[in-house]
């Protein structure tokens, strides 16, 4: 089992190298979620309803049954991919200031991953017929439990619509509940907090406060904040390179008002909590010149979805207004 970024230390094939590495570079996600690869378009999985029950005997007693109760769940494959082309007269072109198919392939993978960072959090096959594709994330994976695992669903509960940093009561709010969040998942240990820019910066400056934030650095030598051993992530906008994935703009909750955003924390791991699935692993391939004979293309092809094991390994703290600072 691999992460993309194990893969991409390990691959020889330039273009297969070039682009792990351009998906890393736009998708801090893709660096922690480890791949099984299942050679189908869909698995079983099967979790612990609950676990049997535990009593005690007198002598010559029966021990009760210990019955174990089951979930069932299937996880789907969504086929993803980007067809990168170029028109033979950019490639043939001696003004350009760089190579114009790597040119294309490059801004054509970091709409790849812009759109795997959005389908993570927001991919929803059942919500119409242009969504039925995509794999589904982790907002409706959380809703899909949390009448049975309501622990991993959490109020932000503040007392004031003028923001987490409006004064050191409304700090200290979020702050308890962002540990109530990271606490939920098992192990007490989440891997990742995703968020939008505006929640990420306004928990760094309650952090700073209280002196407890850290910091590291990624293989791109980018600093990345962390809380509690938890890598704290913008997960950033949409392909159109605008829309931000986590909108200040959910209501849920939060008496109505449409100004409030989530944070949504998962821990990772093949067969024990979350983690991806692929049909195959990711495939390059240089088509060349098409017989329009005017198009070079190279296709990049990746039967993805997600899968989990462990409900306590996702949890969603909402109802978060970070828009007001003293």
């Not at 970024?5 to 922690?32: C, G, W």
């Amino acid at each position: 089992m691999f992460t993309l970024a194990d893969m991409a230390q390990i691959e020889t094939d330039v273009l297969r190298k070039s682009v792990f590495d351009t998906l890393l570079m736009e998708s801090r996600v893709q660096e922690f979620v480890p791949w099984e690869t299942i050679g189908a378009l869909s698995t079983k999985i099967v979790r612990y309803k609950d676990l049997p029950s535990i009593g005690f005997r007198a002598i010559g007693g029966d021990y009760s049954e210990g019955n174990v109760r089951m979930q069932q769940a299937i996880e789907h494959i969504a086929l993803m991919g980007v067809y990168c082309d170029t028109d033979k007269a950019q490639v043939r072109a001696k003004n350009t200031i760089a190579e114009a198919r790597a040119v294309q392939q490059t801004a054509a993978l970091k709409g790849m991953a812009y759109h795997f960072n959005d389908k993570f959090i927001n991919g929803n096959p059942e919500a119409s017929s242009t969504t039925v594709n995509e794999f589904k994330g982790l907002k409706e994976r959380i809703e899909d439990i949390r009448v049975d695992y309501s622990g991993q669903y959490i109020d932000n509960a503040g007392t004031s619509g003028d923001g987490i940093l409006l004064n050191s009561a409304e700090r200290h709010n979020f702050l308890d509940h962002v540990d109530q969040a990271m606490y939920a998942i098992k192990g007490h240990k989440p891997d990742m907090g995703l968020m939008n820019h505006n929640v990420l910066l306004a928990l760094r400056s309650v952090l700073r406060r209280e002196g407890l934030l850290d910091t590291t650095k990624d293989q791109f030598d980018r600093v990345v904040n962390v809380y509690g051993g938890c890598e704290l992530q913008d997960i950033g906008v949409k392909a159109d390179q605008s829309t931000e994935i986590l909108p200040n703009t959910e209501t849920l909750e939060d008496a109505g008002a449409a100004e409030s955003t989530s944070i949504y924390f998962v821990r990772f791991g093949v067969g024990e909590y979350m983690w991806g699935i692929q049909e195959y692993e990711l495939e390059t391939d240089d088509i060349g010149l098409l017989e329009d004979g005017v198009t070079y293309r190279t296709i990049v092809d990746w039967p993805v979805g997600l899968a989990i094991l462990d409900p306590y390994s996702v949890s969603r703290l909402y109802a978060i207004i970070p828009n007001a600072s003293t």
